[in-house]
Nanobody, 123 residues
């Protein structure tokens, strides 16, 4: 199983970035796909998740209304559109896959992790 994240970079506060996570190695139709992040000196935290069908999504309160998670099953790819970025969003972002619901991913450790992609937001 591979989860390949990309799309990180450096942006000014108020800017936007889109992260991508391409999944391979198995079928993910029964899995929720999500994003976590770990800022400098911080513990890893849940950001957003979606079922593979896209029928259900779930967000951390800190990103609700600014971030949007989506997926393209034909490309086996999950996206995280990040708008109105703040310096507090600076972190390494990891994509992950977990068996179950999107909401469950917020409280349960995912089954699979991808490598991280750095997002840096300057003030």
């Amino acid at each position: 199983v591979q989860l390949q994240a990309s799309g990180g970079g450096m942006v000014q506060a108020g800017g936007s970035l889109r992260l991508s996570c391409e999944a391979s190695g198995r079928t993910f139709r029964s899995y929720a796909m999500g994003w976590f992040r770990q800022g400098p000196g911080m513990e890893r935290e849940f950001v957003a998740a979606t079922t593979w069908s896209g029928s259900s999504t779930y967000y951390a309160d800190s990103v609700k209304g600014r971030f949007t998670i989506s997926r393209d099953p034909a490309k086996n790819t999950v996206y995280l559109e990040m708008n109105s970025l703040e310096p507090e969003d600076t972190a390494v972002y990891h994509c992950a896959a977990g068996f179950g619901t999107a909401q469950a991913m917020a409280v349960m450790s995912p089954d699979f992790w991808g490598q991280g992609t750095q997002v840096t937001v300057s003030s």
